[in-house]
């Protein structure tokens, strides 16, 4: 349904948002530091010359805040596009088709020099232009367990996807079966 690139860019984004704090349920702040920063960008893959200094932690915790309303607007699509709009914007997105790698040409929002949160905020947002013109802003999805506060994308063929990766499916499954041996 998506490209390689949107689904990418939704996914880290939704792990980015899964990283932050929440006091409701306890979930612990996953980018405490530079060095879990750099962890992330290396997991995803994120390419060229990143420099990430400490003043940078603060950008993209405050990124992750506007990507989490991304899906806290999942139902409202003038809403969606309007921040959408807005994060482009403010990522100063000059799309081209770039090739490094063992990349075929695919799709970059910006150039080598810029700062990882800004990318942060480019690369989601180009993403949910895809998703948009789709009309499929209903797989952008809060986890279903009550206990969590996390996102998911679902990219699942019949739209079944109902928890982030956190464990959330599997301690429930746990729950219901222990409650039925009970």
């Given amino acids: 349904m998506f490209s390689y690139d949107t689904r990418s860019a939704l996914a880290s984004a939704a792990d980015l948002v899964n990283t932050a704090p929440d006091a409701r349920t306890g979930r612990y702040e996953r980018l405490p530091d530079v060095a879990a920063l750099r962890s992330f960008v290396e997991r995803w893959g994120w390419t060229g010359p990143i ?14 805040r506007v990507l989490r309303g991304l899906w806290d607007l999942a139902g409202d699509e003038a809403g969606t596009v309007d921040l959408v709009n807005r994060m482009l914007r403010d990522a100063a997105v000059l799309p081209q088709l770039v090739r490094h790698d063992d990349w075929p040409y695919h799709l970059h929002g910006w150039n080598d020099g810029t700062p990882i949160a800004e990318r942060f905020l480019a690369e989601p947002a180009m993403g949910m232009v895809d998703v948009v013109r789709a009309d499929a802003l209903d797989r952008l999805r809060h986890c279903a367990a009550p206990d969590c506060a996390g996102v998911l994308v679902d990219f699942s063929r019949n739209s079944s996807r109902r928890f982030c990766d956190d464990g959330c499916n599997n301690r429930l499954n746990v729950a219901a079966y222990r409650a039925r041996r009970a």
């Avoid at 420099?51 to 990124?63: G, N, Y």
Wanted: net charge negative; aromatic share 0%; glycine share 0%.
């Fill in 51 to 64: 420099p990430l200094r400490e003043d940078e932690l603060d950008r993209v915790h405050a990124v992750r």
